[in-house]
């Protein structure tokens, strides 16, 4: 009986099972995606997803536990540098798998594992926060202008007013001039008394 018996046992030999496994651990970590059955890509992702969390350490001993494990210089670095950056800020998950159906001749469940690509989407979310942090700059410029004008406004708005009181205060001078306008009729006056004198005087005589 297989009691706690965590791995699969895809083969009879354990020297035979844990060569399999580091055949396709290096040709996934190289090549980004492999076909196998369904059974072996389950197994697989957890000893990848071991790999990459070894990577995510960076550490020396790290680093040799891969390679004791990958055996091959090329991936190892490539596990180290370029998929370490890609998976530091993610917790676990680094691998999908997709059911294709059948194998023709056993009827094997065939399946596809794959490393799940975060570089897009980083880049996407760098460029959002670039293009957000522009925004903010400008909207801070923006106020910052806005608040400098606000005294020239004022400043403005004041001189403004000055010439306002002054020409408010220009209408008063005809007023002062108006009763040098009243005296001409006040000199107009005789000349009418001497007139109707002169009427009231004609008159005298055509009466009789």
Do not use: C
């Not at 790999?51 to 001993?61: C, E, F, N, P, V």
């Not at 991936?75 to 180290?80: A, E, I, N, P, Q």
């Not at 680094?94 to 194998?103: F, L």
């Amino acid at each position: 009986m297989r009691h706690r018996k965590r791995s699969r046992r895809l083969v009879t030999k354990w020297e035979h099972r844990v060569s399999l496994m580091r055949n396709q651990v290096t040709d996934l970590l190289r090549h980004g995606r492999i076909i196998t059955t369904l059974a072996k890509a389950k197994e697989l992702r957890r000893v990848t997803d071991r790999m990459i969390t070894l990577a995510k350490r960076g550490d020396l001993a790290s680093r040799r536990r891969a390679l004791a494990f990958i055996r091959d210089k090329a991936v190892v670095r490539k596990l180290f540098t370029e998929l370490r950056e890609r998976y530091l800020d993610r917790p676990g998950g680094y691998t999908r798998i997709v059911k294709i159906g059948p194998r023709r001749g056993d009827a094997a469940m065939m399946a596809v594992i794959e490393l799940v690509e975060e570089k897009l989407s980083h880049k996407r979310s760098r460029k959002k926060i670039e293009r957000m942090k522009k925004i903010e700059k400008e909207i801070q410029e923006a106020l910052k202008a806005k608040r400098e004008a606000a005294p020239e406004e004022g400043a403005v708005a004041e001189e403004s007013k000055v010439p306002e009181k002054e020409t408010a205060e220009e209408p008063i001078a005809p007023a002062e001039a108006a009763p040098e306008e009243e005296t001409p009729p006040a000199e107009e006056s005789p000349a009418v008394e001497e007139e109707v004198s002169s009427t009231s005087s004609g008159e005298g005589p055509e009466n009789p």
